[in-house]
């Protein structure tokens, strides 16, 4: 286990990680006024049950609450199931594993027996969107609904991550002694000086003009890292003390699972100290769009050291320093050596694009074992000369520790030799290559002259874009780390999401999560998929891996534009062939095209909204969380198969360990990874009762490989062709394809396929 194997390897660590801001577990009541936060009459911090005076069929029947109340309704047989499943769940302890589809209605089915559990629940999401669905639609429509007289109103908090939050001592700090690079920073303090003086919340997203990428909110965000705790001066007054009161005091709190495992790493890595962490005791716990957990989990358990994290613990010890006329010559001196070390030390890691495993750590150590040394010497220089301050202002208490961790981490990132984690580099921007950087010949005094002319990572290469680099421990399986932290822990957890089934079971989910004991669930849809989507299978592309695929599949997808006149997105499983598709398709179709990568993904799906005939490219992050209603999303139209890259060094890992234990990596990996991501991507595009439309695949391997029928078997039961002219004919009339003969073949096909 990787922390086990830590905490041998770093105790001071672990210990310093439990005396990580300790926020207080109750707090004197204050007026917030805030619609983060909707407050309850009740002066109690413990939930009671509400909405227990009806049954919940009577509550989700026809002629129920539901039906008077919501000016949408419709009976979803489903919805009332799953319900009836998590309420049961909650009362008896149990946990509940549930695949709802889109139209399940699942936000309340989850809600209701939730406010009526009377325990305490966290809601974590996958999305911004479903937080923010929860708290300022779904909540306050229920309070409407079972709460109406408004006696004992429901007190729900909705929290982000810390680094969305504005740490005041930060920004009391930096106008003690301003240092702003630029106009641009300093129209930006402004606004955010302003802004302090009246947000009840400190959440940036109050301040809509502050630009995602401020490199200036980074140097004032409220993050664990740089936070004093308890022993801030600011403490009462603090964003996060409140946000932390606000959740203490809630029956429901709305999370987000970065924020969700962020907190269970910082607990375990305590041992569960009673204060660790920001989230409150709960007895329940739903997750939504749940299928995303093991990766998010996976990176909340692992270490990510950086030379951004060096760099960034230099700047704040020398403006602190600075600030309080501390800035000696020694520490200046010390500062200069971390940064010069820092920069050697990672221009010297192995050479790599993206994500690259870093297997030969031991070879590496060896020709390199002077610079990692001197690197650890910085750290500790640092701490001597930190510790021999005469008088220490208390931010010095956290660059120790900082600087600690940064050495123990550092360690357990180039020795460790724990089974159950996977080491790894990611090189973010502009490559840097160690042949022009004389630092890395070895020749003596050339370092320094190096650095000037070529600069190292984190300088600004040419071009302007930064060049950082991410030394990175995963665990290899986070189910043990899962099921012995949250799953052993947790009274009741629900999983739910419209894609955790693979061929209608929950064994690949429950595996890889580690829930051993769970009830399931798989609920039928609301939708008629049979009528209301056509899938088609081209048969005769060629495999995605030959040469010709790409002009094939861009001839293929012109044609099909021409069926559905645009109004469709293209998903791809890579950039490379995005682009080289896009490319394939200027100026050959009529309809307005969008590029993910040209704006932010909010401004392309907006404009694809807004815009006739239009057709999105995207790779990824358009798979999923992405919902268009109605006519202008007619197709979604998918490149291949979405097996993860089996050359990323997180997903070869896995499949190696899973080989090494005597099992089919493809099959109990690779396979139903990929049957999610296809569901999610095919999700898309019926998105309401009266969504009609088409899906394609262009990877005929699903017709033609065994293990095609997994795939089949665990989709919905779209009508299926390989006939484009029952894509046409589908286009042509309002009902879709539904002659006898063509019935017939369709038949075929999908015998065919399932044989
Ligand atoms: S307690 Fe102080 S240092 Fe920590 S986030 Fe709050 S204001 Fe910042």
């Not at 815009?611 to 209603?629: C, I």
Request: charged fraction near 25%; aromatic fraction near 8%; hydrophobic fraction near 40%.
């Amino acid at each position: 286990m990787m922390m086990n194997q830590m905490a041998r390897f770093l105790p001071a660590a672990v210990k310093d990680l439990s005396s990580m801001p300790l926020l207080p577990r109750l707090l004197a009541r204050r007026q917030l006024g805030t619609e983060y936060y909707r407050d309850s009459v009740s002066s109690t911090s413990q939930p009671s049950p509400r909405g227990r005076e009806t049954s919940l069929h009577n509550f989700f029947a026809p002629g129920g609450m539901l039906s008077a109340r919501h000016p949408a309704y419709e009976f979803r047989h489903g919805q009332l199931q799953m319900a009836q499943a998590i309420e049961e769940a909650l009362t008896e302890r149990r946990h509940l594993i549930v695949e709802a589809g889109t139209g399940t209605g699942k936000t309340l089915a989850y809600l209701v027996p939730a406010i009526r559990s009377g325990k305490r629940v966290i809601i974590s999401t996958g999305t911004k969107n479903l937080q923010e669905q929860l708290f300022y639609k779904d909540i306050p429509f229920l309070e409407r609904a079972l709460i109406p007289r408004g006696e004992c109103k429901l007190a729900v908090c909705y929290m982000k991550g810390r680094d969305n939050y504005l740490c005041r001592k930060r920004l009391y700090d930096l106008t003690a002694q301003p240092v702003l690079s630029g106009l641009e920073e300093i129209e930006q303090y402004r606004a955010i000086a302003a802004w302090e003086k009246t947000t009840p919340t400190g959440d940036r997203a109050e301040l809509a003009s502050l630009p995602e990428a401020s490199a200036l909110w980074h140097k004032l965000d409220a993050r664990a890292e740089t936070c004093l705790g308890r022993k801030c001066s600011l403490f009462e007054t603090c964003f996060i003390t409140e946000m932390h009161r606000r959740a203490m005091e809630s029956d429901i709190i709305i999370v987000n699972h970065h924020l969700f495992f962020a907190d269970l790493a910082i607990k375990r890595a305590s041992e569960y100290a009673p204060d660790a962490g920001i989230l409150p005791e709960v007895g329940a716990v739903i997750f939504d769009e749940a299928h995303e957990l093991e990766d998010v989990a996976g990176r909340y358990f692992g270490v990510s050291v950086s030379n951004l994290r060096v760099e960034d613990l230099a700047r704040d010890v020398e403006s602190a320093l600075q600030r309080n006329k501390l800035l000696s010559t020694p520490l200046t001196g010390a500062l200069k050596s971390l940064r010069e070390r820092s920069q050697l030390f990672f221009s010297v890691l192995p050479q790599g694009e993206g994500r690259f495993a870093f297997e030969n750590r031991r070879d590496f150590l060896e020709e390199r074992g002077d610079e990692f040394n001197a690197l650890g010497r910085a750290l500790r220089g640092l701490r001597a000369q930190l510790e021999n301050l005469p008088a220490k202002p208390e931010e010095v208490f956290t660059f120790l520790r900082r600087a600690q961790e940064l050495e123990v981490q550092l360690g357990f990132l180039m020795d460790s030799d724990d089974k159950n984690t996977v080491f790894w580099i990611e090189r973010r921007g502009r490559a840097f290559s160690p042949r022009s950087h004389p630092s890395a010949m070895h020749r003596p005094g050339s370092r320094e002259k190096a650095k000037e002319k070529t600069g190292g990572p984190g300088s600004i290469a040419e071009g302007g874009e930064r060049q950082n680099v991410f030394l990175q421990a995963t665990p290899i399986d986070v189910a043990p780390i899962l099921k012995n932290t949250l799953f052993e822990k947790l009274e009741s957890a629900v999983l739910t999401s419209a894609t955790l089934a693979v061929e209608g079971g929950f064994q690949y989910m429950r595996q890889r999560l580690g829930l051993e004991h769970a009830r399931e669930l798989v609920l039928p849809s609301h939708f008629d998929y049979a009528q209301q989507a056509l899938l088609y299978l081209p048969p005769d592309l060629p495999d995605p891996q030959a040469p010709q695929f790409v002009e094939k599949a861009a001839a293929r997808i012109r044609r099909l534009l021409a069926i559905t006149r645009g109004r469709a997105f293209v998903l791809f499983t890579s950039y490379a062939l995005m682009h080289q598709v896009h490319e394939r398709l200027l100026g050959e179709i009529e309809f307005p095209m969008l590029l993910q990568g040209k704006a932010p993904k909010n401004v392309l799906l907006q404009e694809f909204r807004l815009t006739p005939n239009a057709v999105l490219l995207g790779t990824s992050s358009f798979w999923q969380g992405v919902d268009v209603q109605g006519e202008q999303l007619s197709a979604v139209i998918i490149d291949r198969l979405p097996f993860a890259v089996p050359s990323d060094p997180v997903v070869a890992a896995r499949m190696r360990s899973i080989n090494a234990d005597g099992g089919n990596a493809f099959y109990q990996y690779q396979v139903p990874a990929a049957v999610i991501t296809l569901k999610q991507g095919f999700g898309r595009l019926i998105r309401s009762l009266h969504d009609r439309g088409l899906l394609v695949l262009l990877d005929n391997r699903i017709l033609k490989k065994a293990y095609g029928r997994v795939f089949v078997e665990s989709l919905p039961d779209y009508r299926r062709t390989t006939e484009l002219r029952v894509v046409e004919e589908f286009f042509r009339t309002q009902t879709g394809p539904g002659s006898e003969p063509e019935d017939q073949r369709l038949g075929e096909t999908s015998r065919k396929m399932r044989g």
